[in-house]
């Protein structure tokens, strides 16, 4: 069994966040011309060389989200990105501009169509398939109508230009949209910032009131925010995902911080691969359950893969995770002799045994505990706010990282 995991990244320390949670590839934007342009910590072109470097330290591959729609006066930039992409040797792109598609081809980069197309039926298949070998699924699809779709293009032997068949690429887990798969124009209709060009205001996860103008009567939906879904999980049944033929399970949150990102690759990978090896079982789900409910998420449904016809909406703005993290601080000092990182108390004092992260760009992301809290006169409980602290860390950190303590969400 052959299942990849492409992972979200949006900034250097997500990226390291997947690769060394066992990402089989990254998904990410360059500039202005994708789908997370307004909401990401995109990356400039000057930062392929070491994207790449560093996916393939890990042996993982590097796939660029050019996915927007394209106007004219943008296909000199379309052509400057791609051609950069191919000699940095980006193994693939996301795309779904049929102006994007020719030009990716035309330069011999491998292509993924993006959920953008909206890919439902094996004619659409056959129609993509001389630019792309791998695509994304609409996120509308149940897992009968995915199940269908595979075995077409396998009956059939749709080909992609690498002479292999065609590998389906579906949503596993992440944020989801109202819209068909995305395309939606409340954001544009409403302050002109266009969904579709990367630059989605997210209106539709606000609280909104429904006023009767003749009465002046309010009502508010079930409490619900009924413009805003729950966030999409399918580890409780990702085997008859795997099963209904998709190859390629993705994970969204390109805005999302290095500690998601983290969480959910490594759950999906041990999924995958309790499924391969006969482990995958009920009380399984439940613990990786409560691992993902742990970082960013709106709650949880399944999507439309097993059959629901009307959406599942969120019941708060903004996450429902059971943890959140802090800010403490910079890290000021590495000690690699000793294996000790210092830090100043920026904003609170800090206590030993808190849970605490470390990001940086380099270092990517760090999970520990603060074991010990070592002050100028040795051994403390605490370091008062405005004080330089130091503790034992187990990996390299670097100076200007982040610290970060890890709270339950409410305390």
């Not at 990356?43 to 590097?62: E, M, S």
């Not at 008859?240 to 500690?259: C, H, N, Q, T, Y």
């Not at 206590?351 to 070592?374: A, M, Q, R």
Request: aromatic share 8%; glycine share 10%.
């Amino acid at each position: 069994m052959n299942v990849e995991i492409t992972a979200p990244v949006g900034s250097f320390e997500s990226l390291h966040a997947a690769l060394e949670g066992g990402a089989s590839s990254v998904y990410f934007g360059v500039g202005k011309l994708n789908m997370r342009s307004g909401s990401a910590v995109n990356f400039q072109a000057d930062d392929l060389p070491q994207i790449v470097r560093l996916c393939r330290n890990f042996g993982a591959k590097a796939w660029l989200a050019l996915n927007t729609v394209v106007f004219d006066n943008e296909l000199e930039e379309v052509g400057r990105i791609l051609t950069i992409a191919a000699h940095n040797g980006i193994d693939a792109v996301i795309a779904t501009d049929i102006a994007v598609l020719e030009k990716a081809r035309e330069l011999g980069l491998h292509v993924h169509l993006s959920t953008q197309s909206n890919i439902t039926n094996i004619e659409a298949v056959r129609f993509f398939s001389r630019w792309a070998d791998v695509m994304v699924l609409s996120r509308e699809m149940n897992l009968e109508q995915v199940k269908s779709l595979a075995s077409g293009i396998q009956t059939q032997n749709i080909c992609g230009p690498s002479g292999q068949l065609v590998r389906l690429e579906a949503f596993a887990h992440g944020a989801l949209c109202m819209a068909v798969s995305g395309k939606c124009y409340l954001s544009l209709d409403n302050t002109n910032s266009s969904a579709n060009r990367g630059a989605c205001t997210q209106i539709c996860r606000r609280p909104y009131r429904v006023t009767d103008l003749e009465g002046g009567v309010e009502l508010v939906v079930d409490n619900k925010y009924i413009m805003s879904p729950k966030d999409l999980c399918t580890v409780g049944f990702v085997d008859k995902l795997i099963d209904a033929g998709v190859s390629v399970l993705k994970i969204e949150g390109r805005g999302r911080p290095p500690e998601y990102v983290s969480a959910v690759v490594k759950v999906y990978r041990e999924a995958i691969q309790a499924v391969s090896d006969g482990t995958f079982s009920e009380s399984r789900v439940e613990k990786w359950m409560n691992r993902l409910a742990k970082v960013y998420n709106r709650g949880f449904w399944d999507g439309y893969y097993m059959g629901k016809t009307i959406g599942e909406w969120s019941e708060k703005h903004g996450s429902s995770a059971t943890e959140r993290r802090e800010f403490i601080g910079k890290i000021t000092n590495y000690f690699s002799n000793l294996g000790v990182a210092e830090a100043r108390a920026e904003t609170s004092e800090v206590f030993s045994g808190t849970k605490i992260t470390i990001t940086g760009p380099s270092t990517g992301l760090y999970e520990g505990v603060l074991e010990d809290i070592h002050l100028d006169k040795g051994l403390e409980p605490f370091a008062p706010k405005g004080r330089l602290f130091a503790f034992k860390v187990d990996r390299l950190v670097r100076r200007g990282d982040k610290l970060f303590r890890i709270v339950e969400s409410g305390s």
